[in-house]
């Protein structure tokens, strides 16, 4: 689904979805975009956060309220602000105008190849793995969540990023390496995208990067998963 006010944008990037075997809806509102949503289910959102009546922050928002659709925001406004809001509503990726729409379609396809365990398990590892940190459990194939009997609701990425994570408990993971098991190899741009879907991640844990009971930051090199206390 694309939600883009500029029609020829919109148009544009539909088209370069539709060649690579996409089924495109298309629309410039930002309410009507949450409607159509309901409607077809998709699998991807590209999503403009300046639109009428509801931005795209909103609806971001509100998509995450029904839909696990991987969400693709694209802004005009550079500052960093824009995209950490975006990216804290459920946003998986961002990607600044001007953009190359080839490069869109690379990115939206190395979301679409990510298997659905996070990331590729350990060839001994026997199905139904279960990892636990403390009051957290995380089911890997189940792609499930909870922390001390709470169920949490995760984003598909924010679950990968914590997957990715919880695989080797005791390695610390650096940016690079968080971004080749969850994005893939071939993404391209800005690795801080990992500190802001952790952030988030850490928030939904009841976690915070003081204690790090769940998600434990190392400086200067990345994230490993904590101790449980």
């Not at 909103?58 to 005009?76: G, I, K, N, P, W």
């Not at 991640?201 to 003081?210: E, F, I, S, T």
Request: hydrophobic share 45%.
């Amino acid at each position: 689904m694309v939600v883009e006010d500029e029609a020829p944008l919109a148009n544009l990037i539909g088209s370069y979805l539709e060649r690579d075997g996409f089924e495109t809806a298309i629309t410039g509102d930002g309410a009507g975009a949450v409607t159509l949503a309901r409607q077809v289910d998709p699998d991807v959102v590209v999503l403009d956060l300046g639109l009428p009546h509801l931005d795209g922050v909103e609806v971001c928002r509100q998509l995450r309220t029904f839909s696990d659709a991987y969400v693709v925001m694209l802004t005009a406004r550079t500052e960093e602000i824009d995209t950490l809001i975006g990216l804290s509503v459920g946003a998986d990726d961002y990607m600044s105008k001007p953009f190359s729409p080839r490069e869109l379609m690379a990115r939206i396809q190395a979301m679409l190849r990510r298997p659905r365990t996070g990331i590729a398990a350990p060839a001994e590892a026997a199905p139904g793995l279960i990892r636990s940190v403390g009051d957290l459990v995380i089911d890997v194939d189940g792609r499930e969540v909870t922390v001390a009997g709470r169920p949490v609701a995760l984003t598909r990425t924010e679950f990968d990023v914590l997957a990715a994570l919880a695989r080797d408990p005791g390695v610390v993971l650096t940016r690079a390496q968080l971004i080749e098991a969850v994005w893939g190899p071939s993404w391209t741009g800005d690795a801080h995208l990992v500190d802001v879907h952790v952030g988030h991640l850490r928030r939904k844990l009841g976690d915070d990067a003081v204690r790090g009971r769940y998600v434990r930051t190392v400086r200067g090199v990345g994230y490993k998963m904590g101790a449980g206390q």
